[in-house]
C-alpha cells in the first residue's frame, strides 16, 4: 500500500502534538497549575515525584523531588500536592525515583531502625539506646525502705553513663558517692518530683551525694572530668547535707531544688585530690533552720554561682577561696525556733567573704543582720548589690562590715534605711581597723540614717543618692 507524502505529514504533525502533550505532562510545561487544558479542558494539577530513590528513614528534601503539571484524572488517590506536605517529611518505606508521595510513606519524625530502635515493648522510651540507665528498671521508689546500696551499684557499675531518676522518693542510709576518675565519672538526672530524702538514722554533717569522692579528675580538660547533677529534689530533713564537691573538673549543679539541708552545697577542699571547679545554674536552697546552716559553701577557686535563692541559713553564701563570680543570687533571712532570737539574729549573713577577691554582680541580702562580711585582706568588688529590711528587726542593720582595712570595691550598690529602720542602729560601712584602699562610688543608702559608727563617707567617690 502506497501512502503518499501529505498523509505522512499528516501523521509526523499528529505524532507531534501528541509528544507536546506528553512533555507538558511530564514537565509542567508553561502556564498555571489547576487550569484545565486549552484543548482538551481537562484539569491539570501540580504534584512533586521522587527525582531518585529514597531509602526508609531518610529526610526528604527539595534535591530529592521535582514538580511536575500532570491530568488530575491520571493521579492514584491519595496523591500529595503540597510541597509542605511533602519536603521536610522522613519517609517510612523505601520510595523509588519517579513515584508520588502519600501520606501513609511520609512521618513529622524520624522513625526507629532495626538497629536504632526508639521504643522497647511497652511502648516507653528505651533510656538504654538513648544513653541512659533508667534507675526505676533496678532500684524501686516508694518502698520507705533504704536504697542507698542498690544506687551505688549502678553508679559503679555504669561508667561514664547517665543515671536517670523518675519521680518517686528514694530513701538513703549513707550517702552516694561518684568517682572524678575520667573513665568512671556519671551523671545523675533526677525528673522534676524525684526525692533524695536520709533516712532517720542519718549520721548528721554527711550529704546525699559526694560528688567525685572516688578517684581523680586528672587534668579538667579531660571530657570524663565534666559530669552534671540535674534537676529533681533533695531533702535533708534537717540532718543531711544535700552535696559536697569532693574533686572534678568542670561540675555542674543546675535546676535542682534543696530542701531542709544543714549545707546545701560545699564544694570541698580535699587533701591529695585537685581541687574542684563547680558551676551551680537556677539551683533553690532551703536550710534546716539552724545556726550551723548553710546554703553554699565555698572551699576552692574559679567556682559560678548564679541565679539562685537561699533562705532558712544561718549563713547563706560563705566563701573561703578567690576568683568566684557570684551573680543573681537571693538569700532570705526566715526566722525559725533556733533562729528567733536577738543574738542569733545578730550574726547572721547573707554573704561572708573571707577570701581575697571574688566578683559579686546584682546580689540581694533579704532580712539580715549583715549583707556583705569582708574578712581581712579582702578586695573584692560589689556592682549592682542590694540590702534590704522589710520588717523590724533585732538590734543591727549593716550592709558592709570589714573585719580589717576597708579594700574593697562598691558601686550602684542599694541599702534600704528607711522605715523598719527606725530605732535600729544602721551602718553602710563598718571597719576593724581605719585605712585602706577600697572605694564607694555611686551608691544609694539614706545617708541621715546611718549611726556614728558609720565610715563609708571615708571612701566614697560620689555623695550617696538619698532615698
Sequence with gaps: MKINRSSLLCVLLCLCMLMSVLLVSCNGG??????????????????????????????????KVEKVLVYKSALPEGTLTSADAVVGKFATDK???????????????????????????????????????LVSDHVKANTGSD???????????????????????????????????????????????????????????????????????????????VYVVEGGILDGKNLADAIWVMNGGNVSIRYMAIKYAVVGIHVKKVEGMPDPTVDVNTVNVIGSGTVDSIGVLLETDDN????????????????LSNNNILRNLHPLYIFRS?????????????????????????????????????????????????????????DYHNAFVCEGKFDAVIRMTDAEFDIWTNGIECNFLLVGEDGGVGTIDSV?????????????????INEPIRK
Design 30 to 63: 508553561e502556564g498555571d497549575a489547576n487550569l484545565p487544558d486549552e484543548k482538551t479542558g481537562e484539569e491539570k494539577i501540580e504534584v512533586y515525584r521522587a527525582l531518585e530513590d529514597i531509602s526508609s528513614g531518610s529526610k526528604i528534601v527539595e534535591t
Design 95 to 133: 520510595i523509588f525515583a519517579g513515584d508520588y508521595f502519600f501520606a501513609a510513606k511520609l512521618s513529622n519524625v524520624k522513625p526507629a531502625t532495626d538497629e536504632e530502635e526508639a521504643e522497647d515493648e511497652d511502648g516507653k522510651l528505651n533510656f538504654d539506646d538513648a544513653g541512659y540507665v
Design 147 to 225: 536504697v542507698s546500696d542498690a544506687i551505688q551499684k549502678l553508679i559503679d557499675e555504669n561508667p561514664n553513663r547517665t543515671l536517670y531518676f523518675p519521680d518517686g522518693e528514694y530513701l538513703l542510709a549513707k550517702p552516694i558517692e561518684t568517682s572524678a576518675a575520667p573513665d568512671k565519672t556519671v551523671s545523675l538526672r533526677f525528673s522534676n518530683y524525684a526525692i533524695l530524702r536520709p533516712t532517720d538514722e542519718w549520721t548528721r554533717g554527711e550529704p546525699l551525694i559526694k560528688l567525685g569522692a572516688k578517684g581523680s579528675a586528672g587534668e579538667k580538660t579531660d571530657v570524663g572530668s
Design 304 to 319: 559560678t554561682l548564679s541565679n539562685m535563692r537561699i533562705a532558712a541559713n544561718q549563713i547563706s553564701v560563705k566563701v
Design 338 to 394: 533556733t533562729l528567733n532570737s536577738a543574738e542569733t539574729f545578730k550574726d547572721s549573713i547573707a554573704f561572708c567573704d573571707l577570701g581575697t577577691r571574688n566578683y559579686y554582680d546584682n546580689c540581694y541580702s533579704d532580712q539580715f543582720s549583715t549583707g556583705f562580711y569582708l574578712g581581712k585582706g579582702n578586695a573584692s568588688v560589689f556592682n549592682t548589690c542590694f540590702c534590704y529590711w522589710y520588717a523590724a528587726g533585732y
Design 444 to 460: 544609694f543608702y539614706n545617708a541621715d540614717k546611718v549611726s556614728e559608727n558609720d565610715v563609708a563617707s571615708d571612701y566614697l
